[in-house]
């Protein structure tokens, strides 16, 4: 690109974005029409425009950030996010720092997913197939038009300015630099089991081999928003300077509520696709975790709730994202009643078997999402119609939310151990009892050792155990009781089901800990001074005023001991921005496997002596960690054989009836 003027690489990646948009209407109409009228010329249109549209994207996408890793000040967008003197890392975050740049990305990644389907789609019936791509590419028809009617990054100034005016400065860390690309990956990944959705109601069919190849896509969009929703706590975490990892901020359930609903899918597909039940409820779910994909955009976008990590915009793009979620939730739910009778269940089982477990899974995770959504839109229907200000805040969520996750945590071990169709509970529990009565002791350890608190840790400590060591049991149980050497050669969709479940657990201890036994401090210092905060020994040794790359810091130097002995140097600062005139707090932390200790430095005050804030956080680390563990789990079931896009649907002369049960 460097032999072409910039001006004219932006104006060919808008062109390129208004040819992208081109090609995704013939994406929907011909391959939809080919389907219908069983035209293989007309459906095979679907794969190469697919290809077209995602390259075409891809291109305008570079031309965006090329304009931002080159200063082009002629770019309304570059003007507003980003500065001639901001580090490389974050003139390419800048792209996506904002409203338009993060639309556009939004759409590169739905192209992708369009393009993935393309690829690896070539063992799905024709007609499906078509389908599928055409509603995908529907999806981007939509997208398209909301940026360049609304929101075209390409906008270009008159007369260019001499610098910009930089990116917000909380967006200036590599935490959240990260984030937004994974969690958009989970976003958009959901609309393709929303395409496969509408596309299987539009056919008429949904049966194992559709529960087999919808899978994959959704376990892929639920890895990416783990990883997406972990990054964005742990910014919270050490960049806000509050000392939490979670508010419930409408923004944070935005993405939350999406992925409690692609859990509940990803686990009530494993009934369509092994025992041929539950398919109205599946297609129901794989419609609504994309609504609520939807939703969440609607609500970071349109203004309507205010949140730090929103973008502030007109209602004009609210109400176009408005009736982007009322068509498709619209249409694809018409769809769905219409077509109530071709989703009759196969499968028969008794109250006590696997698909029950899965059923309860399923119904504790949309419950729980549904109190999210209730918690989070409830201000503003207050305001509309009873003309009331109120605000929900942690103590609602944690109420609310916290006894589904506790329920949800007792019956997954036994839940995930049961057989198919029948089960007897005392049979199933008989190899769980050692993992059950560790737990119980482990929780009953840290109830004695504890005095005066209350019984958050205990309990938490007992289910993130009860989960761990259930899921090892069943691990173990696997392999017959024939040991390690059989161990190590479990599909690795056993292995990333263990994983994903012990995550879950080290999360549910971490979070349950954290909030149990955090301790905090919060005192005027003077420079050379000690003080003891939970049994350790801190002294400002000095304050000093330190010039960044883009910011000016007032840092603090404080030394942590205990016992008399040096742990760390900690450096909490003060960050003021010139160029956006925004001050940030970055706090200090020491971290270690069970506990953090966190430091943050505020004003000087009039007697000379600075502000300190400080907290002990045991098991902060646990909750990325279990999340980490979570992620891993999921790529490790994506990498297995049997669950590849497709896999095991190659015979697809006759539909299949149904699936032998393991």
């Known amino acids: ?61 570079a031309a965006l950030t090329w304009a931002f890793v080159t200063s082009d000040f002629s770019l309304r967008l570059v003007v507003l996010n980003s500065h001639s003197a901001k580090p490389m890392i974050y003139k ?15 759409v ?48 270009r100034l008159a007369v260019p300015p001499f610098d910009g005016q930089d990116l917000n400065p909380l967006l200036q860390d590599p935490g959240l630099a990260f984030h937004p690309p994974f969690l958009y990956l989970g976003y958009v990944g959901l609309s393709m089991a929303f395409s496969f959705a509408v ?53 944070e359930n935005a993405s939350f509520m999406p992925w409690l609903l692609a859990a509940a899918l990803l686990h009530s597909a494993i009934v369509v696709e092994k025992r041929e039940a539950l398919k109205s409820w599946t297609i129901l779910l794989a419609i609504l975790a994309f609504g609520f994909s939807l939703i969440g955009t609607f609500i970071v976008r349109s203004g309507v709730l205010t949140s730090v990590h929103a973008f502030a915009n007109d209602p004009e793009r609210g109400v176009f994202i408005l009736m982007i979620l009322g068509f498709f939730m619209g249409g694809a739910l018409m769809l769905y009643a219409a077509r109530a009778g071709v989703m009759e269940a196969k499968g028969v089982f008794s109250m006590v078997s696997r698909e029950s477990a899965l059923v309860a899974n399923n119904i504790l995770l949309a419950v729980s999402c549904f109190v999210v959504f209730i918690g989070t839109i409830w201000p503003l229907v207050a305001e509309m119609f009873f003309d009331r200000k109120l605000s929900v805040g942690p103590p609602f969520f944690n109420l609310a939310f916290t006894p589904f996750m506790v329920a949800l945590g007792l019956i997954l071990p036994l839940g995930s151990m049961m057989p198919w169709k029948r089960a007897r509970v005392g049979r199933v529990f008989r190899p769980l009892i050692p993992a059950f009565v560790v737990a119980v002791a482990l929780g009953a350890l840290v109830w004695a050792m504890q005095t005066g608190r209350s019984a958050l840790g205990p309990v938490g400590l007992f289910l993130g155990a009860w989960l761990v060591f259930g899921a090892m049991t069943d691990l173990y149980k696997r392999t017959g009781g024939s040991g390690l050497s059989r161990l190590w050669r479990l599909p690795r969709a056993d292995w990333g089901k263990a994983v994903a479940h012990s995550g879950l657990g080290v999360t549910m201890f971490g979070v349950a800990g954290l909030m149990a036994w955090q301790q905090e401090d919060i005192r005027v210092v003077q420079i050379g001074e000690t003080f003891e905060v939970a049994g350790f020994e801190m002294t400002l040794d000095d304050v000093q005023r330190v010039q960044g790359p883009n910011y000016i810091s007032t840092m603090g130097f404080v030394t ?3 016992d008399g002995s040096e742990i760390a140097q900690l450096r909490p600062e003060k960050r003021v921005y010139p160029v956006a005139q925004m001050p940030t707090t970055e706090a200090a932390i020491d971290y270690r496997l069970l506990r953090d200790v966190y430091v943050v430095i505020g004003d000087q005050q009039e007697n000379g002596g600075w502000t300190i804030r400080t907290f002990l956080k045991p098991l902060a680390n646990w909750i990325w960690a279990g999340s980490a563990l979570m992620a891993l789990g999921g790529f490790l079931s994506l990498s297995d054989r049997r669950y590849r896009v497709a896999a095991g649907a190659r015979k697809q002369a006759a539909p299949v009836q149904g699936v032998p049960a393991e």
């Open 92 to 106: 390419i975050s800048g792209v996506w720092g904002n409203h338009e740049g993060s639309m556009l990305l939004w």
């Open 108 to 155: 590169l990644i739905l192209a992708l997913f369009g393009a993935m389907a393309a690829w690896f789609g070539g063992n799905l019936p024709p007609t499906l197939r078509a389908r599928v791509l055409a509603i995908q590419a529907s999806i981007s028809v939509a997208f398209f038009a909301f940026i360049l009617f609304t929101s075209n990054p390409f906008l």
């Open 560 to 562: 942590l001991a205990q």
């Open 1 to 61: 690109m460097g032999f072409i003027p910039k001006p004219m690489i932006t104006e060919l990646g808008h062109f390129a974005l208004v040819l992208a948009f081109l090609v995704a209407i013939v994406q929907t109409v011909v391959p939809l029409v080919g389907a219908h009228k069983r035209w293989p010329g007309w459906m095979a249109v679907a794969e190469p425009a697919a290809n077209a549209q995602f390259l075409l994207v891809a291109f305008s996408f």
């Open 199 to 251: 596309a299987a109601l539009i056919e008429g069919r949904v049966d194992a081999a559709w529960g087999r190849w919808v899978r994959p896509w959704t376990l892929a969009a639920w890895v990416f928003l783990t990883i997406g929703i972990a990054l964005g706590s742990w910014w919270a975490y050490y960049e806000l300077g509050w000392g939490g990892f979670w508010f419930w901020d409408p923004v």
